[in-house]
């Protein structure tokens, strides 16, 4: 059974950086995809950043330009650097790991405060 364990959530100033890191027990490259979901409190859970066994990167609107999503598979690791960091950005991240049609596992989610 494939486990996600993510790391690096906090608290930041706004305009500051985060890197979250999601550790796979398996093989990366046999996920079809993966990346990262967030939710803040009273609101819906929402596409943050994923990327392909290709390569292949899809952003939420809302973090383009700011956030960038890589893995490393020799270490079998995503990670979700954030750059910029608002208020707004503020919430649980959740890494997820899809095979080719349906979600395999999740994180249990890191917390991120973006706050003054």
């Known amino acids: 059974q494939v486990q996600l364990v993510e790391s690096g959530g906090g608290r930041v100033q706004p305009g500051g950086s985060l890197r979250l890191s999601c550790a796979a027990s398996?093989?990366?490259?046999?996920?079809?995809?993966m990346g990262w979901y967030r939710q803040a409190p009273g609101k819906q859970r929402g596409l943050v950043a994923s990327i392909t066994n290709s390569g292949n990167t899809n952003y939420g609107n809302s973090v383009k330009g700011r956030f960038t999503i890589s893995r490393d598979s020799a270490k079998n690791t995503v990670y979700l650097q954030m750059n910029s960091l608002e208020p707004e950005d503020t919430a649980d991240y959740y890494c997820?790991?899809?095979?080719?049609?349906?979600?395999?596992?999740w994180g249990q989610g890191t917390q991120v405060t973006v706050s003054s």
């Open positions: 398996g093989n990366i490259g046999s996920f079809y995809r």
């Open positions: 997820y790991a899809d095979g080719e049609h349906y979600t395999l596992a």
